[in-house]
C-alpha cells in the first residue's frame, strides 16, 4: 500500500521557536496532503488542506499566520509551526491522496511536538 | 449543526465475539464514510470504505453497513482477536474530499 511518511516523530522545542515538520509520501504522487491536529484522547482536527503548487486552505480557526504550510512538489508538504508556545503542543499528523487511484486517504505516522 | 458521533468512547469485549461500533452523523450527505483503526502514538491507518449506494461491505474479519435514511454506519469485527484492541474512527467525506472525523471508540478485547 501507499506509504507516507512524516518527519521528525518527535520534537521538543523552546517556546518562541518555530519548528518544521516534513510530510512525504514515497511511493505516489500526492496532489493533495492534508495537515490534522490530535489532543489526547481526541479526535482529528483538520488544520488545512495543501494543494501541489497553490495555497494552501486553511480551517476556520486555524492561524495561517501561524501554521505555514507549503507544497512545493508532488510528494512533499510542510508544516511550519511558528512561534511556538506550550499550548501548540500535541500530535500533527498529515495525510495524502492520490486523485489517480482511490478516495482513500493515506496518512503518516504522525508528530509529536512539545513546547516548553 | 453538523456531528458525527461515535456511540461510547470505550467498548470492552470477550476475545471471539463480535465488537459493534456504531458511526452517527447529522446534517451530512457524505458519498462514502470510512473506517480507520489508530493505534497509541501512531498515524490512522484506512480499513474499509462505504460509498452511498452501497449497504454493505466485507474484507476478511471487517464488515461495515452504511444507512443514509438513518445516518448511520455500523462497523464490525468478528471473532474479535486481542490484536484487534485499539481506537476505531468513523469518517466521513464533507466536501472538496476533506475528512471529518469522529471521536473515536476505544475497543479493548480480553483473552
Known amino acids: 500500500g501507499a506509504v507516507v511518511s512524516q518527519h521528525p516523530s518527535r520534537v521538543i522545542c523552546k517556546s518562541g521557536t518555530s519548528v518544521k515538520i516534513e510530510c512525504r509520501s514515497l511511493d505516489f504522487q500526492a496532489t493533495t496532503m492534508f495537515w490534522y491536529r490530535q489532543f489526547p484522547k481526541k479526535s482529528l482536527m483538520l488544520m488545512a488542506t495543501?494543494?501541489?503548487?497553490?495555497?494552501?486552505?486553511?480551517e476556520q480557526g486555524v492561524e495561517k499566520d501561524k501554521f505555514l504550510i507549503n507544497h512545493a512538489s508532488l510528494t512533499l508538504s510542510t508544516l511550519t509551526v511558528t512561534s511556538a508556545h506550550p499550548e501548540d503542543s500535541s500530535f500533527y499528523i498529515c495525510?495524502?491522496?492520490?486523485?489517480?487511484?482511490?478516495?482513500?486517504?493515506?496518512f503518516g505516522p504522525g508528530t509529536r511536538l512539545t513546547v516548553t | 449543526s453538523q456531528k458525527i458521533e461515535q456511540n461510547s468512547e470505550a467498548l470492552n469485549i470477550q476475545e471471539g465475539k463480535t465488537a459493534t461500533l456504531t458511526c452517527n452523523y447529522t446534517n451530512y450527505s457524505p458519498a462514502y464514510l470510512q473506517w480507520y483503526r489508530q493505534d497509541p502514538g501512531r498515524g490512522p491507518v484506512f480499513l474499509l470504505l462505504?460509498?452511498?449506494?452501497?449497504k454493505e461491505k466485507r474484507k476478511e474479519r471487517l464488515k461495515v453497513t452504511f444507512d443514509t435514511t438513518l445516518k448511520q454506519s455500523l462497523f464490525h469485527i468478528t471473532a474479535s482477536q486481542p490484536a484487534d484492541s485499539a481506537t476505531y474512527l468513523c469518517?466521513?467525506?464533507?466536501?472538496?474530499?476533506?475528512?471529518?472525523f469522529g471521536t473515536g471508540t476505544r475497543l479493548q478485547v480480553f483473552p
Open positions: 495543501s494543494n501541489e503548487g497553490s495555497k494552501a486552505t486553511y
Open positions: 469518517a466521513l467525506e464533507g466536501n472538496t474530499d476533506k475528512l471529518i
Open positions: 462505504i460509498r452511498e449506494n452501497e
Open positions: 495525510s495524502a491522496i492520490d486523485r489517480g487511484w482511490k478516495d482513500e486517504q493515506y
